[in-house]
Protein backbone atom coordinates (compact mmCIF):
# COMPACT_ATOMS: atom_id res chain seq x y z
CA UNK A 1 0.00 0.00 0.00
CA UNK A 2 0.98 3.47 -0.97
CA UNK A 3 2.08 5.56 1.39
CA UNK A 4 -0.54 8.67 2.04
CA UNK A 5 2.44 10.88 2.61
CA UNK A 6 3.62 9.83 -1.01
CA UNK A 7 0.53 9.51 -2.89
CA UNK A 8 -0.93 13.39 -1.23
CA UNK A 9 -2.10 15.57 -3.91
CA UNK A 10 0.54 18.16 -4.64
CA UNK A 11 -0.02 22.13 -5.27
CA UNK A 12 1.69 23.40 -7.83
CA UNK A 13 3.57 26.62 -7.74
CA UNK A 14 2.90 29.42 -10.12
CA UNK A 15 5.95 31.19 -10.29
CA UNK A 16 5.30 32.86 -13.57
CA UNK A 17 2.35 34.04 -12.95
CA UNK A 18 3.15 35.55 -9.62
CA UNK A 19 5.87 37.35 -11.34
CA UNK A 20 3.90 38.49 -14.26
CA UNK A 21 1.29 40.08 -11.23
CA UNK A 22 4.36 41.81 -10.28
CA UNK A 23 5.62 43.49 -13.22
CA UNK A 24 1.99 44.83 -13.92
CA UNK A 25 1.91 46.24 -10.50
CA UNK A 26 5.03 47.42 -11.31
CA UNK A 27 4.39 48.71 -14.11
CA UNK A 28 0.86 50.68 -13.32
CA UNK A 29 3.19 52.44 -10.20
CA UNK A 30 5.21 53.98 -12.46
CA UNK A 31 2.77 54.73 -14.91
CA UNK A 32 1.03 56.53 -12.11
CA UNK A 33 4.03 57.80 -11.15
CA UNK A 34 5.08 59.12 -14.13
CA UNK A 35 1.55 61.35 -14.48
CA UNK A 36 2.10 62.35 -11.07
CA UNK A 37 5.25 63.97 -11.99
CA UNK A 38 3.99 65.20 -15.33
CA UNK A 39 0.77 67.58 -13.75
CA UNK A 40 3.78 68.47 -10.81
CA UNK A 41 5.31 69.87 -13.82
CA UNK A 42 2.60 71.48 -15.05
CA UNK A 43 1.68 73.35 -12.14
CA UNK A 44 5.27 74.32 -11.45
CA UNK A 45 5.77 75.40 -15.35
CA UNK A 46 2.57 77.36 -15.28
CA UNK A 47 3.40 79.19 -12.02
CA UNK A 48 6.70 80.06 -12.94
CA UNK A 49 5.49 81.44 -16.23
CA UNK A 50 2.63 83.90 -14.02
CA UNK A 51 5.68 84.63 -12.14
CA UNK A 52 7.91 85.36 -15.06
CA UNK A 53 5.17 87.34 -16.75
CA UNK A 54 4.22 89.07 -13.85
CA UNK A 55 8.07 90.66 -13.89
CA UNK A 56 8.68 91.00 -17.45
CA UNK A 57 5.27 91.62 -19.52
CA UNK A 58 6.85 91.13 -22.77
CA UNK A 59 7.14 87.05 -21.95
CA UNK A 60 3.02 87.69 -23.17
CA UNK A 61 2.17 86.07 -26.33
CA UNK A 62 0.19 88.67 -28.42
CA UNK A 63 -2.05 86.54 -31.40
CA UNK A 64 -4.25 89.63 -32.54
CA UNK A 65 -3.98 90.19 -35.86
CA UNK A 66 -2.25 94.12 -35.78
CA UNK A 67 -0.10 93.29 -32.52
CA UNK A 68 -2.94 95.06 -30.33
CA UNK A 69 -0.51 94.17 -27.38
CA UNK A 70 2.29 95.59 -28.72
CA UNK A 71 3.84 99.34 -28.46
CA UNK A 72 4.64 101.18 -31.04
CA UNK A 73 8.59 101.87 -31.69
CA UNK A 74 8.18 105.45 -30.74
CA UNK A 75 6.99 104.48 -27.57
CA UNK A 76 9.63 101.87 -27.13
CA UNK A 77 12.26 104.95 -28.20
CA UNK A 78 10.40 107.06 -25.95
CA UNK A 79 10.61 105.11 -22.81
CA UNK A 80 13.53 103.35 -23.12
CA UNK A 81 15.49 106.80 -23.28
CA UNK A 82 13.56 108.60 -20.26
CA UNK A 83 16.42 110.30 -18.09
CA UNK A 84 13.78 111.30 -15.70
CA UNK A 85 11.61 109.27 -13.01
CA UNK A 86 7.74 109.92 -14.54
CA UNK A 87 4.53 108.45 -12.34
CA UNK A 88 1.08 107.68 -13.39
CA UNK A 89 -1.30 107.80 -11.34
CA UNK A 90 -4.53 105.71 -12.26
CA UNK A 91 -7.56 107.41 -9.85
CA UNK A 92 -9.23 103.52 -9.78
CA UNK A 93 -7.95 100.51 -8.74
CA UNK A 94 -6.51 97.83 -11.23
CA UNK A 95 -9.81 95.23 -10.83
CA UNK A 96 -12.34 97.96 -11.33
CA UNK A 97 -10.50 99.38 -14.24
CA UNK A 98 -9.77 96.04 -16.27
CA UNK A 99 -13.59 95.43 -14.86
CA UNK A 100 -14.65 98.43 -17.46
CA UNK A 101 -13.71 95.86 -20.68
CA UNK A 102 -11.73 94.45 -23.00
CA UNK A 103 -10.23 97.76 -24.54
CA UNK A 104 -9.08 98.61 -20.15
CA UNK A 105 -7.67 95.07 -20.22
CA UNK A 106 -5.61 95.80 -23.62
CA UNK A 107 -4.69 99.42 -21.86
CA UNK A 108 -3.52 97.65 -18.78
CA UNK A 109 -0.69 95.35 -20.80
CA UNK A 110 0.35 98.95 -22.68
CA UNK A 111 1.02 100.10 -19.49
CA UNK A 112 2.70 97.00 -18.38
CA UNK A 113 4.54 96.93 -21.24
CA UNK A 114 5.63 100.46 -21.38
CA UNK A 115 6.90 99.72 -17.68
CA UNK A 116 8.83 97.32 -18.28
CA UNK A 117 10.96 99.46 -21.17
CA UNK A 118 11.87 102.43 -18.99
CA UNK A 119 14.33 100.71 -16.89
CA UNK A 120 12.61 101.76 -13.81
CA UNK A 121 11.88 105.36 -15.08
CA UNK A 122 8.34 105.15 -15.54
CA UNK A 123 6.06 103.51 -12.90
CA UNK A 124 2.68 103.02 -12.94
CA UNK A 125 0.10 102.58 -10.39
CA UNK A 126 -3.72 101.71 -9.59
CA UNK A 127 -5.55 103.61 -7.02
CA UNK A 128 -9.34 104.95 -5.82
CA UNK A 129 -8.45 108.00 -5.22
CA UNK A 130 -12.05 108.15 -3.48
CA UNK A 131 -10.01 106.35 -0.23
CA UNK A 132 -6.96 109.17 -0.56
CA UNK A 133 -9.06 112.60 -0.39
CA UNK A 134 -5.52 114.83 0.03
CA UNK A 135 -4.96 113.17 -3.61
CA UNK A 136 -6.70 116.02 -5.65
CA UNK A 137 -5.22 118.57 -3.71
CA UNK A 138 -1.57 118.10 -4.51
CA UNK A 139 -2.56 118.48 -8.25
CA UNK A 140 -4.93 121.61 -8.02
CA UNK A 141 -4.79 122.70 -11.53
CA UNK A 142 -6.76 120.11 -12.56
CA UNK A 143 -10.77 120.07 -12.86
CA UNK A 144 -11.73 117.46 -10.12
CA UNK A 145 -15.49 118.19 -11.43
CA UNK A 146 -14.49 116.35 -14.73
CA UNK A 147 -15.97 112.68 -14.01
CA UNK A 148 -13.85 111.01 -17.04
CA UNK A 149 -10.36 111.62 -16.00
CA UNK A 150 -8.65 108.31 -15.45
CA UNK A 151 -4.88 109.73 -14.70
CA UNK A 152 -2.54 111.95 -13.42
CA UNK A 153 1.13 111.89 -15.16
CA UNK A 154 3.82 113.68 -13.78
CA UNK A 155 7.85 114.17 -13.41
CA UNK A 156 8.56 116.71 -10.53
CA UNK A 157 6.52 119.72 -10.59
CA UNK A 158 5.20 119.33 -14.00
CA UNK A 159 1.50 116.97 -14.43
CA UNK A 160 -1.23 116.74 -17.06
CA UNK A 161 -4.60 114.91 -16.46
CA UNK A 162 -5.20 112.11 -18.86
CA UNK A 163 -8.90 111.37 -19.88
CA UNK A 164 -10.96 109.19 -20.84
CA UNK A 165 -10.96 110.87 -24.26
CA UNK A 166 -8.10 111.20 -24.58
CA UNK A 167 -7.20 107.13 -23.72
CA UNK A 168 -10.18 105.13 -25.66
CA UNK A 169 -12.16 105.50 -28.47
CA UNK A 170 -15.79 105.10 -29.05
CA UNK A 171 -18.60 104.54 -31.81
CA UNK A 172 -19.55 108.32 -31.95
CA UNK A 173 -22.83 107.02 -33.91
CA UNK A 174 -24.27 104.75 -31.97
CA UNK A 175 -22.64 105.58 -28.78
CA UNK A 176 -25.24 108.12 -27.01
CA UNK A 177 -27.82 105.32 -27.52
CA UNK A 178 -25.70 102.51 -26.18
CA UNK A 179 -24.75 104.91 -22.72
CA UNK A 180 -27.89 105.57 -22.35
CA UNK A 181 -29.46 101.78 -22.25
CA UNK A 182 -26.65 99.87 -20.77
CA UNK A 183 -24.86 102.74 -19.05
CA UNK A 184 -21.63 102.35 -20.61
CA UNK A 185 -19.83 103.47 -23.46
CA UNK A 186 -19.36 101.56 -26.79
CA UNK A 187 -15.65 101.43 -26.69
CA UNK A 188 -14.24 100.43 -30.22
CA UNK A 189 -10.05 101.38 -29.64
CA UNK A 190 -7.51 102.23 -26.91
CA UNK A 191 -5.24 105.86 -27.56
CA UNK A 192 -3.88 104.80 -24.28
CA UNK A 193 -0.20 104.76 -25.22
CA UNK A 194 -0.26 107.80 -27.37
CA UNK A 195 -1.90 109.50 -24.53
CA UNK A 196 0.66 108.61 -21.94
CA UNK A 197 3.98 109.01 -24.05
CA UNK A 198 2.56 112.43 -25.19
CA UNK A 199 1.78 113.37 -21.40
CA UNK A 200 5.75 111.75 -20.89
CA UNK A 201 7.15 114.31 -23.81
CA UNK A 202 4.97 116.83 -21.90
CA UNK A 203 5.69 116.60 -18.40
CA UNK A 204 9.58 115.89 -19.09
CA UNK A 205 10.19 119.07 -20.86
CA UNK A 206 12.20 121.82 -19.48
CA UNK A 207 9.84 124.45 -21.24
CA UNK A 208 7.52 124.49 -23.57
CA UNK A 209 8.01 125.25 -27.27
CA UNK A 210 4.93 127.98 -27.89
CA UNK A 211 3.59 127.96 -31.52
CA UNK A 212 0.55 130.44 -32.70
CA UNK A 213 -1.38 129.45 -35.05
CA UNK A 214 -2.95 132.39 -37.31
CA UNK A 215 -6.35 132.89 -38.33
CA UNK A 216 -8.49 135.57 -39.39
CA UNK A 217 -8.39 134.91 -43.16
CA UNK A 218 -10.37 131.67 -43.49
CA UNK A 219 -7.85 128.94 -42.65
CA UNK A 220 -9.08 126.09 -42.42
CA UNK A 221 -8.17 122.26 -42.41
CA UNK A 222 -4.94 122.36 -40.05
CA UNK A 223 -6.62 120.17 -37.26
CA UNK A 224 -4.21 117.49 -38.22
CA UNK A 225 -1.37 119.66 -37.74
CA UNK A 226 -2.66 120.66 -34.78
CA UNK A 227 -3.01 117.63 -33.06
CA UNK A 228 0.25 116.46 -34.00
CA UNK A 229 2.13 119.05 -32.62
CA UNK A 230 0.11 118.79 -29.19
CA UNK A 231 1.29 115.25 -29.38
CA UNK A 232 4.57 116.33 -29.21
CA UNK A 233 3.99 118.67 -26.21
CA UNK A 234 4.12 121.86 -28.36
CA UNK A 235 1.53 124.63 -26.78
CA UNK A 236 -0.23 125.53 -29.63
CA UNK A 237 -2.30 128.63 -29.02
CA UNK A 238 -4.60 130.26 -32.40
CA UNK A 239 -3.83 134.20 -32.48
CA UNK A 240 -5.54 136.26 -35.07
CA UNK A 241 -3.11 139.44 -36.30
CA UNK A 242 -6.50 141.40 -36.97
CA UNK A 243 -7.62 141.71 -33.07
CA UNK A 244 -3.85 141.07 -31.43
CA UNK A 245 -0.43 140.37 -31.85
CA UNK A 246 1.91 136.93 -31.90
CA UNK A 247 2.62 136.37 -28.32
CA UNK A 248 6.33 137.15 -27.32
CA UNK A 249 7.06 133.88 -25.92
CA UNK A 250 6.23 132.12 -28.83
CA UNK A 251 9.10 130.35 -31.22
CA UNK A 252 6.82 129.54 -33.85
CA UNK A 253 3.84 131.15 -36.09
CA UNK A 254 1.84 129.00 -38.64
CA UNK A 255 0.17 130.03 -41.58
CA UNK A 256 -2.12 127.07 -42.80
CA UNK A 257 -3.90 127.70 -46.30
CA UNK A 258 -5.51 130.58 -45.77
CA UNK A 259 -7.88 131.81 -48.16
CA UNK A 260 -7.37 135.26 -48.22
CA UNK A 261 -4.29 138.06 -48.29
CA UNK A 262 -2.96 139.02 -44.48
CA UNK A 263 -3.93 142.77 -44.19
CA UNK A 264 -0.88 145.46 -44.50
CA UNK A 265 -0.86 145.64 -40.58
CA UNK A 266 -0.61 141.77 -40.32
CA UNK A 267 2.34 141.56 -42.70
CA UNK A 268 4.29 144.51 -40.61
CA UNK A 269 3.37 142.54 -37.39
CA UNK A 270 4.92 139.38 -38.83
CA UNK A 271 7.86 141.77 -39.96
CA UNK A 272 8.61 142.67 -36.41
CA UNK A 273 7.57 139.72 -35.02
CA UNK A 274 10.46 137.92 -36.89
CA UNK A 275 13.01 139.90 -36.51
CA UNK A 276 12.80 140.56 -32.50
CA UNK A 277 14.56 143.77 -32.03
CA UNK A 278 17.36 142.44 -33.96
CA UNK A 279 17.84 139.52 -31.58
CA UNK A 280 15.43 136.66 -33.82
CA UNK A 281 14.86 133.20 -32.78
CA UNK A 282 11.23 133.04 -34.56
CA UNK A 283 10.19 130.74 -36.85
CA UNK A 284 6.95 131.15 -39.62
CA UNK A 285 6.10 128.57 -41.45
CA UNK A 286 3.89 128.95 -44.27
CA UNK A 287 1.59 126.32 -46.29
CA UNK A 288 -0.53 128.06 -49.11
CA UNK A 289 -3.94 127.26 -49.78
CA UNK A 290 -3.35 124.81 -52.44
CA UNK A 291 -6.63 124.65 -54.13
CA UNK A 292 -6.67 123.63 -57.63
CA UNK A 293 -10.08 125.23 -58.30
CA UNK A 294 -8.69 128.79 -57.39
CA UNK A 295 -8.15 130.39 -61.02
CA UNK A 296 -6.15 133.62 -59.74
CA UNK A 297 -4.45 133.89 -56.61
CA UNK A 298 -3.88 137.41 -55.46
CA UNK A 299 -1.93 137.41 -51.86
CA UNK A 300 0.72 140.69 -52.48
CA UNK A 301 1.18 140.89 -48.82
CA UNK A 302 2.27 137.14 -48.01
CA UNK A 303 4.38 137.78 -51.73
CA UNK A 304 6.35 140.28 -50.06
CA UNK A 305 7.12 138.97 -46.86
CA UNK A 306 8.03 135.93 -48.54
CA UNK A 307 10.49 137.89 -51.28
CA UNK A 308 11.79 139.80 -47.95
CA UNK A 309 12.95 135.90 -47.11
CA UNK A 310 14.58 135.12 -50.63
CA UNK A 311 11.30 133.19 -51.98
CA UNK A 312 8.59 133.62 -54.20
CA UNK A 313 5.83 131.06 -55.23
CA UNK A 314 5.02 130.34 -58.67
CA UNK A 315 1.05 130.97 -59.68
CA UNK A 316 0.35 127.25 -60.44
CA UNK A 317 0.71 123.91 -59.61
CA UNK A 318 4.27 121.33 -60.05
CA UNK A 319 3.68 118.74 -62.59
CA UNK A 320 6.03 115.65 -62.48
CA UNK A 321 6.79 113.94 -65.83
CA UNK A 322 8.89 111.50 -64.43
CA UNK A 323 7.28 107.93 -63.78
CA UNK A 324 9.59 106.73 -61.49
CA UNK A 325 8.44 109.65 -58.90
CA UNK A 326 5.21 109.15 -58.97
CA UNK A 327 3.49 107.83 -55.93
CA UNK A 328 -0.10 106.60 -57.27
CA UNK A 329 0.87 104.27 -59.87
CA UNK A 330 -3.14 103.57 -60.32
CA UNK A 331 -3.69 107.44 -60.98
CA UNK A 332 -2.38 109.39 -64.19
CA UNK A 333 -2.29 112.49 -62.40
CA UNK A 334 0.93 114.37 -62.70
CA UNK A 335 -0.08 116.35 -59.99
CA UNK A 336 0.67 113.59 -57.27
CA UNK A 337 4.46 112.55 -56.74
CA UNK A 338 7.57 112.33 -54.54
CA UNK A 339 10.24 114.37 -53.56
CA UNK A 340 13.73 114.67 -52.85
CA UNK A 341 15.22 115.68 -49.94
CA UNK A 342 18.01 117.90 -49.97
CA UNK A 343 20.92 118.46 -47.26
CA UNK A 344 19.04 120.09 -44.40
CA UNK A 345 16.98 118.57 -41.82
CA UNK A 346 17.07 114.82 -42.75
CA UNK A 347 20.00 114.01 -40.62
CA UNK A 348 17.50 113.19 -37.77
CA UNK A 349 14.99 111.12 -39.46
CA UNK A 350 14.30 107.96 -38.32
CA UNK A 351 13.93 106.03 -41.57
CA UNK A 352 15.40 108.73 -44.18
CA UNK A 353 14.77 105.86 -46.92
CA UNK A 354 10.69 106.84 -46.58
CA UNK A 355 9.83 109.66 -49.30
CA UNK A 356 7.74 112.83 -48.80
CA UNK A 357 4.69 113.09 -50.85
CA UNK A 358 3.14 116.07 -52.67
CA UNK A 359 0.09 116.90 -53.95
CA UNK A 360 -1.22 119.87 -56.28
CA UNK A 361 2.22 121.58 -54.79
CA UNK A 362 2.60 125.70 -56.02
CA UNK A 363 6.41 125.44 -56.84
CA UNK A 364 9.11 127.75 -55.04
CA UNK A 365 11.37 129.77 -56.50
CA UNK A 366 14.84 130.64 -54.91
CA UNK A 367 15.33 134.73 -55.50
CA UNK A 368 17.43 134.78 -53.16
CA UNK A 369 20.26 131.94 -52.79
CA UNK A 370 22.06 134.07 -50.13
CA UNK A 371 19.15 134.06 -47.50
CA UNK A 372 16.83 130.96 -49.10
CA UNK A 373 17.57 127.41 -50.12
CA UNK A 374 15.66 124.16 -50.86
CA UNK A 375 14.43 121.53 -48.38
CA UNK A 376 12.12 119.25 -50.98
CA UNK A 377 12.30 119.39 -54.36
CA UNK A 378 11.18 117.24 -57.64
CA UNK A 379 13.09 115.71 -60.27
CA UNK A 380 14.82 117.57 -63.56
CA UNK A 381 11.50 116.40 -65.53
CA UNK A 382 8.84 118.58 -63.29
CA UNK A 383 7.55 121.95 -64.64
CA UNK A 384 5.11 124.20 -63.31
CA UNK A 385 1.21 124.29 -65.05
CA UNK A 386 0.26 128.20 -64.33
CA UNK A 387 -3.37 128.76 -63.07
CA UNK A 388 -4.41 130.83 -66.16
CA UNK A 389 -2.68 128.72 -68.44
CA UNK A 390 -4.83 128.64 -71.86
CA UNK A 391 -6.19 125.63 -73.69
CA UNK A 392 -2.98 125.80 -75.86
CA UNK A 393 -0.57 125.30 -72.83
CA UNK A 394 1.77 122.64 -73.75
CA UNK A 395 3.18 120.69 -70.98
CA UNK A 396 6.23 118.88 -72.48
CA UNK A 397 7.21 122.26 -73.84
CA UNK A 398 7.54 123.93 -70.11
CA UNK A 399 9.56 121.26 -68.01
CA UNK A 400 12.17 123.19 -66.29
CA UNK A 401 15.29 121.08 -66.85
CA UNK A 402 16.19 121.30 -63.32
CA UNK A 403 14.42 120.74 -59.85
CA UNK A 404 11.51 122.64 -58.48
CA UNK A 405 11.56 123.06 -54.80
CA UNK A 406 8.15 122.25 -53.53
CA UNK A 407 9.37 123.22 -49.82
CA UNK A 408 11.95 126.00 -48.73
CA UNK A 409 13.69 127.77 -46.09
CA UNK A 410 14.67 131.73 -45.66
CA UNK A 411 17.22 132.50 -42.95
CA UNK A 412 18.25 135.42 -41.43
CA UNK A 413 20.69 135.26 -38.46
CA UNK A 414 21.84 137.75 -35.54
CA UNK A 415 24.38 137.59 -33.02
CA UNK A 416 23.17 135.03 -31.27
CA UNK A 417 20.30 133.73 -32.71
CA UNK A 418 18.49 133.14 -36.42
CA UNK A 419 14.65 133.58 -37.40
CA UNK A 420 13.39 131.33 -40.47
CA UNK A 421 10.44 131.68 -42.60
CA UNK A 422 9.78 127.90 -43.69
CA UNK A 423 7.53 127.28 -47.07
CA UNK A 424 5.83 124.08 -47.61
CA UNK A 425 3.96 124.96 -50.80
CA UNK A 426 1.43 122.19 -50.40
CA UNK A 427 -1.63 122.03 -47.99
CA UNK A 428 -2.37 118.87 -49.65
CA UNK A 429 1.02 117.36 -47.79
CA UNK A 430 -1.29 117.74 -44.52
CA UNK A 431 -4.03 115.64 -45.51
CA UNK A 432 -5.18 113.25 -42.95
CA UNK A 433 -4.46 110.80 -46.19
CA UNK A 434 -1.15 111.78 -46.64
CA UNK A 435 0.07 112.20 -42.81
CA UNK A 436 -0.87 109.18 -42.03
CA UNK A 437 0.08 107.26 -44.92
CA UNK A 438 2.97 104.83 -43.27
CA UNK A 439 4.60 104.43 -46.53
CA UNK A 440 5.24 108.39 -46.20
CA UNK A 441 7.20 110.79 -44.21
CA UNK A 442 5.09 114.03 -44.42
CA UNK A 443 4.41 113.91 -40.45
CA UNK A 444 8.14 113.28 -39.85
CA UNK A 445 9.95 115.00 -41.66
CA UNK A 446 7.77 117.96 -40.85
CA UNK A 447 8.31 117.17 -37.14
CA UNK A 448 11.88 116.86 -37.51
CA UNK A 449 11.95 120.22 -39.19
CA UNK A 450 10.32 121.75 -35.90
CA UNK A 451 12.46 119.47 -33.51
CA UNK A 452 15.56 120.96 -35.19
CA UNK A 453 14.77 124.67 -35.09
CA UNK A 454 13.27 123.93 -31.30
CA UNK A 455 16.36 121.92 -30.64
CA UNK A 456 14.41 119.36 -28.90
CA UNK A 457 15.03 115.70 -28.98
CA UNK A 458 13.97 113.68 -32.29
CA UNK A 459 11.10 112.39 -29.52
CA UNK A 460 8.39 112.60 -32.20
CA UNK A 461 5.18 110.60 -31.35
CA UNK A 462 3.51 109.05 -34.42
CA UNK A 463 1.47 106.38 -32.72
CA UNK A 464 -1.81 105.47 -33.79
CA UNK A 465 -4.97 104.10 -31.42
CA UNK A 466 -5.42 100.42 -30.97
CA UNK A 467 -8.62 98.25 -31.94
CA UNK A 468 -9.36 94.92 -31.41
CA UNK A 469 -10.51 93.41 -34.37
CA UNK A 470 -13.18 91.03 -32.52
CA UNK A 471 -13.34 90.07 -28.82
CA UNK A 472 -11.24 86.35 -30.13
CA UNK A 473 -7.60 86.11 -30.50
CA UNK A 474 -7.92 86.42 -34.19
CA UNK A 475 -5.33 84.74 -36.63
CA UNK A 476 -1.53 85.22 -35.78
CA UNK A 477 0.86 86.04 -38.08
CA UNK A 478 2.76 83.87 -40.21
CA UNK A 479 5.83 83.37 -37.91
CA UNK A 480 3.75 82.83 -35.29
CA UNK A 481 1.34 80.07 -37.16
CA UNK A 482 4.72 78.41 -37.99
CA UNK A 483 6.37 78.31 -34.17
CA UNK A 484 2.39 76.40 -33.21
CA UNK A 485 2.96 74.36 -36.36
CA UNK A 486 5.94 73.15 -35.02
CA UNK A 487 5.19 72.85 -31.39
CA UNK A 488 2.52 70.60 -32.01
CA UNK A 489 3.27 68.79 -34.99
CA UNK A 490 6.77 67.68 -34.63
CA UNK A 491 8.09 68.78 -30.91
CA UNK A 492 4.93 67.59 -28.74
CA UNK A 493 4.56 64.08 -30.57
CA UNK A 494 8.34 64.20 -30.91
CA UNK A 495 8.24 64.03 -26.93
CA UNK A 496 6.23 61.57 -26.98
CA UNK A 497 7.67 58.96 -28.93
CA UNK A 498 10.84 59.50 -27.31
CA UNK A 499 9.26 59.04 -23.61
CA UNK A 500 7.10 55.62 -25.26
CA UNK A 501 10.58 54.79 -26.61
CA UNK A 502 12.28 54.84 -23.60
CA UNK A 503 9.62 53.39 -21.48
CA UNK A 504 9.59 50.58 -24.27
CA UNK A 505 13.46 49.34 -23.48
CA UNK A 506 12.71 49.51 -19.97
CA UNK A 507 10.01 46.99 -19.92
CA UNK A 508 11.52 44.76 -22.09
CA UNK A 509 14.93 44.98 -20.22
CA UNK A 510 13.10 44.15 -17.23
Not at 383 to 392: C, L, R
Not at 446 to 458: G, L, Q, S
Request: hydrophobic share 40%; with cysteine; proline share 4%.
Amino acid sequence: MADKKDTAPMIPEQPAKKKKLSRRASHRVQAIAVIAIALILVVLVNVIAGLLVDRNPYLKADFTPNSAFDLNDDTVEIMSHLNKDVKLHMVKDEKTFTDAGTYFVQAKNLLDKMEAKSNGKFTCEFSDIAETPNFTKKYDRINWKDTDIVGVIECGDRYTALTLDDCFTVDEEKDSDYYAYFGTHLWTGTTIEQAVAKGTLFVTSDESVVVDILTGEGESGYDDVKKLLTDNAYEVNEVSLLTGDLDSNATFALIFAPQADISENAAEKLRNWLENGGNYGRNLIYVPNANPYITEWHTPNLDAVLKDWGMELYNGFVFETDDNYRWDQSSTSKYSFLVDYCDKYTENLKNPNLDVAAYYAMGIDITDPNTAHALLQTSDKAGVWPVDAGADFNMLDNIKGEPIPIAAEGTRSGDDASSNVIVFSSSMMFSSELMNYPSFNNKAFFMNVMNTIADKDDNTVIIEGRTLQTPTLGKPSVSTQNVIYAIFAFIIPGLILVAGIVLWIRRRNR
